[in-house]
């Protein structure tokens, strides 16, 4: 799990990892293509989920 103050990621390279992906697709073999985009999808998911599980366990508990 990433620590909660590791550095997120910025637009540029956030848009950076979309045109990778809308590129993997666009050369992904027909039958291919919604398994290139769901993996991409999945791991973006799963790192900003475990971001966020780091952050909130890292709050002062009251």
Known sequence: MPAAWKRLPRAPELVEAWN?????VRQA????????REAYLLD???T???AMVAHHLSMPRM
């Not at 990778?20 to 993997?24: D, V």
């Open 20 to 24: 990778r992906m809308q590129r993997s």
């Open 44 to 46: 973006h998911y799963g």
């Open 48 to 50: 900003t989920a475990a």
């Open 29 to 36: 073999l027909e039958g291919q293509r919604s398994g290139t």
